[in-house]
């Protein structure tokens, strides 16, 4: 583990954080001219992608909880014709006052009502390269989205058309896979070096986007790979970084917080076995960025896996919350990822505070694999892959336990330039999965609760429960306090997304399987209501601007 800081930067915004303090920002307030009004008027409702800036994905004004949920019923179904190789579906819809806003696995967007299902406008694209967790993010009468693997793009909040589209990757295989944010009249997102058929292939790294939300104009750029033009040595084979999730934002100091992926090839491939086309450790792959919202300058970053073999990505949304630790109250950043591992950071400098272990591992930490094949726990598809939730001083993370059999020549890199044998991956009916709550102020497992489905429904909070769900359709509810089950409910299709809730209303895309639906739940509502007309699968695709 490397902790490093840009030490000029660290001491001027620690003397701001001394004079004027520094606030755990868990709701939307603050520098309120830099909220877009939207975000602000429907604070309560689910305005960004998980819920609020500080990514806690808590919500305590809606009336569902323990006493009423037993009480939910289909209220509306709106189907999905997208396809994808997961799934119609891979992240949760936005709730702003009656209308819901919502994109699929193929980048369509969607604004419906809250209050029926019915669409009241749709912007189709129809693109079948997105890889997800896309998804849209809205403010000042706009509706912002990637609208293809290089595209961001912004529409009419009203309307749905097209106001402008912004390219920001050139190379095949480096793409838009993320759900972006807005703050400060930018929008904030991030390609990836993994898209489509040419997944990390040599040359293409992950970089990080803050765009004019008026016409899309990039403000500044920031390169999740330290140094971009020779990537750890070796250009050709090497690859890697970029963020696949929303970032948080802290709106009292105007920090953002990123968790970045992995590196590649992984493991290796015949000619550089174990990672040794990239020596060293892969900066600024599996690390925690803090970055100053308005012009990209770095402040810190903690590697928290250096020169990772195994797709370990440091991937989840970040999470903005104070704890008590050690007996000193302190401002913290929570992140996690495909390592099955839980990080607390001080927010102010990248110091770790406390790791906490999740799911099963075997395995993961070796340095290099020895000849022939090893099993590895927690596998490429396995770990922290989907949000996690925070309240009261509890976060709530979901994992996956599901192996993958690598050898040290093993390689996901599958370019043009890049051939080798190809790592085994358990299937996904062999996986298992569970939920855990883990106290802020320690580190300390508080509950868990194992599931024979790997959970890949992310983890929300909704008063006095925290509900997950996973890839066979199962939705729970636990009290989060004592990790009891308090409901659970089958979804129409399996999950590979987690729900917004506002209101009276949980939507719950179910994406996974033959029916695939964003289906809202409503308590004392019809279980098998009219279901509103199935969208178009067929559409012109707007132009873009090259």
Same mark, same amino acid.
């Given at each position: ?182 703050? #400060? ?11 489509? #058929? ?349």
């Amino acid at each position: 583990m490397n902790c490093f800081a840009n030490r000029s930067v660290l001491l001027v915004l620690l003397a701001l954080f001394l004079a004027g303090g520094a606030m755990a920002q868990e709701n939307q307030t603050g520098n309120d001219s830099a909220i877009p009004p939207e975000v602000s008027e429907y604070a309560d409702d689910w305005p960004l992608p998980n819920y609020d800036y500080a990514n806690t994905r808590a919500s305590n004004t809606t009336a569902i909880n323990a006493s009423s949920i037993g009480d939910l019923g289909i209220a509306w179904s709106f189907p999905l014709n997208a396809t994808g190789q997961f799934g119609a579906a891979s992240s949760n819809p936005l709730i702003m006052g009656d209308t819901v806003y919502f994109q699929d696995i193929n980048a369509n967007v969607f604004a419906l009502s809250l209050a029926t299902g019915e669409p009241v406008w749709s912007a189709m694209y129809n693109n079948t390269s997105v890889a997800g967790p896309n998804g849209p993010a809205g403010g000042w009468g706009k509706v912002f989205a990637a609208v293809d693997p290089y595209t961001m793009a912004a529409l009419d909040a009203e309307t749905g058309e097209e106001l402008w589209a912004q390219r920001l990757a050139g190379r095949p295989g480096e793409g838009i896979d993320i759900a972006p944010t807005v703050y #400060d009249g930018m929008v904030y997102t991030s390609t990836v070096p993994g898209l489509g #058929d040419i997944f990390y292939a040599g040359s293409n790294i992950g970089i990080i986007f803050a765009l004019d939300e008026e016409n899309g104009s990039v403000v500044w750029n920031f390169s999740t790979v330290d140094d971009p033009e020779s990537i750890w040595g070796n250009p050709e084979v090497n690859s890697g970084g970029g963020v696949w999730y929303t970032p948080a934002i802290d709106i009292t100091t105007g920090m953002t917080y990123w968790g970045v992926a992995n590196p590649a090839p992984f493991a290796g491939t015949p000619e550089y076995p174990n990672g040794s086309s990239r020596p060293g450790p892969n900066l600024y792959t599996n690390s925690m960025l803090a970055l100053g919202h308005a012009d990209g300058e770095l402040v810190w970053f903690t590697q928290v896996l250096p020169h990772d073999l195994f797709d370990h990505d440091f991937q989840i949304p970040p999470i903005l919350t104070s704890a008590n630790i050690s007996g000193t109250e302190q401002e913290i950043v929570l992140g996690a990822g495909k390592m099955g591992r839980v990080y607390a950071f001080n927010r102010d400098t990248g110091a770790i505070l406390w790791v906490t272990v999740v799911g099963r591992h075997e395995n993961d930490q070796l340095a290099a694999l020895p000849p022939g094949t090893t099993t590895v726990y927690p596998g490429a598809l396995g770990g922290v892959e989907t949000p996690m939730a925070y309240a009261d001083g509890a976060v709530y993370v979901p994992y996956v336990d599901l192996a993958t059999t690598w050898t040290p020549e093993s390689s996901l890199s599958v370019g043009a330039n890049q051939t080798g044998p190809q790592p085994e991956f358990a299937p996904f009916e062999e996986g298992t999965g569970g939920l855990v709550g883990i106290e802020t102020d320690t580190g300390k497992i508080l509950w868990e609760q194992t599931f024979d489905a790997i959970n890949l429904g992310g983890a929300t909070v909704v008063n006095d429960l925290v509900l997950t769900a996973t890839f066979d359709g199962t939705v729970h509810a636990f009290n989060r306090t004592s990790g009891d089950e308090v409901w659970n409910w089958t979804a129409p299709a399996g999950i590979n997304a987690w729900p917004a809730v506002a209101n009276d209303t949980i939507l719950i895309p179910a994406g996974v399987g033959e029916e695939p639906a964003l289906v809202a739940l409503r308590p004392g509502a019809n279980v098998t209501p009219p279901t509103p007309e199935p969208t178009p699968e067929e559409t012109e695709t707007p132009e873009t601007v090259p």
